[in-house]
Nanobody, 116 residues
Framework: QVQLVESGGGLVQAGGSLRLSCAAS????????MGWFRQAPGKEREFVAA????????YYADSVKGRFIISRNKARNTLFLQMNAMKPEDTAVYYC?????????WGQGTQVTVSS
């Protein structure tokens, strides 16, 4: 089973950019559809973006469409989330997740804070 570790979170000013990474252990990374979710204080965890196993299909929440880009590097077993034109409402803990059949795995999360 894949294990996921996120990195790249931090503090950024509104309008700035950050790139999150999610390193996957295990040989079956390419078998997993991958995605990013986020959870702001006092709110439910919400979908941000997803990418198919091949990387050929991507999906985004309306709130990040046109600003965020999800990608994966199979050779490096890594998932990325490039976040541009960031807004204070993007402040949350960001989680990487992978799904294979009925199995889902989650990372521990990385904090992203956008100051106004």
């Amino acid at each position: 089973q894949v294990q996921l570790v996120e990195s790249g979170g931090g503090l950024v000013q509104a309008g700035g950019s950050l790139r999150l990474s999610c390193a996957a252990s295990g040989r079956t990374f390419s078998s997993y559809a991958m995605g990013w979710f986020r959870q702001a204080p006092g709110k439910e965890r919400e979908f941000v973006a997803a990418i198919s196993r091949s990387g050929g299909n991507t999906y985004y929440a309306d709130s990040v469409k046109g600003r965020f880009i999800i990608s994966r590097n199979k050779a490096r077993n890594t998932l990325f989330l490039q976040m541009n034109a960031m807004k204070p409402e993007d402040t949350a803990v960001y989680y990487c997740t992978g799904t294979y059949g009925s199995t889902s795995v989650w990372g521990q999360g990385t904090q992203v804070t956008v100051s106004s």
